[in-house]
């Protein structure tokens, strides 16, 4: 059975996930130099790339400020949890480096607070090998989970990772939200043969469907093909799944699902 508990370590600076080797006997610290300093293949953060850093200890902050400005990062940061939920932030790509304790609340807590929010990724910083917190928080979705102090070489590999994903996720939003500007434009007769057309039915069984002759299903394909956007029925389809339409068989043929 795996121990997952705090304990002090001799190892800092490096992941929690480095430091922890899983075996029958439990998690094992490495033998000194096994793991060397991260090697990022990314470049340096441009200017509208941002971390947020979140840690009450006013040295670290000035530490890992200076260092990562060093690098070519902006930086602001914040003393506690609460200040940075209060804080208005732009819409650049950005990462949060986060305290593990807090004076107001715990990085857990704040992560899950964050959880139904569009927040950049987080990359968590610690004092102790808490590996259950650790656990928690890459299961959550965390980037990494450090220990204090910091070695600068993961760090910014760590940051420069949870920035590309940020850069991703924020394409992947942009197209969605694209898709669904297409999709509001359709009438609700156009979403239900959208529908019908993606789910694989001929437009003679379409119109069948919705007790109307096959030409104007066709009309009313047209319209859906130009509204979409789409150069051909492959990428309606592709569309259609980005959207999570609703199934025509399930008698909800209109709406694109909630869930």
Not at 163 to 175: G, N
């Amino acid at each position: 059975m795996i121990a997952l508990e705090s304990q002090p370590i001799e190892a800092q600076g490096r992941s929690i996930l480095q430091i922890a080797e899983v075996s029958s006997s439990g998690f094992q610290i490495p033998h000194p130099g096994k793991f060397g300093p991260s090697k990022g293949s990314f470049s340096l953060a441009t200017e509208k790339e941002l971390v947020y850093l979140v840690d009450d200890e006013r040295c670290v902050r000035e530490a890992l400020t200076e260092m990562l400005e060093s690098s070519g990062m902006r930086v602001i940061s914040f003393a506690s949890a609460t200040e940075y939920l209060t804080y208005v932030r732009g819409d650049e790509p950005s990462c949060v480096v986060l305290d593990m304790r807090l004076p107001d609340m715990s990085g857990l807590e704040l992560q899950t607070r964050l959880s139904d929010l569009r927040m950049p990724p987080i990359i968590f910083i610690s004092g102790l090998a808490d590996i259950r917190s650790a656990v928690r928080a890459m299961r959550a979705g965390a980037v990494e989970f450090l220990l204090k102090p910091v070695n600068p070489d993961i760090l910014r590999s760590a940051i420069r990772t949870a920035i590309a994903r940020d850069r991703l996720i924020r394409k992947r939003q942009t197209e969605l939200d694209e898709l669904q500007r297409r999709y509001s434009r359709l009438t609700p007769r156009e979403r239900e043969v959208l529908s019908l057309v993606v789910g694989g039915l001929l437009n003679k069984q379409s119109a069948s469907v919705l007790g109307i002759s096959e030409i104007t299903l066709q009309i009313h394909r047209s319209q859906v093909m130009r509204k979409m956007e789409a150069e051909s029925l492959a990428a309606l389809v592709r569309m259609s799944l980005k959207l999570r339409i609703q199934d025509w068989r399930n008698g909800r043929i209109n709406q694109p699902n909630d869930s």
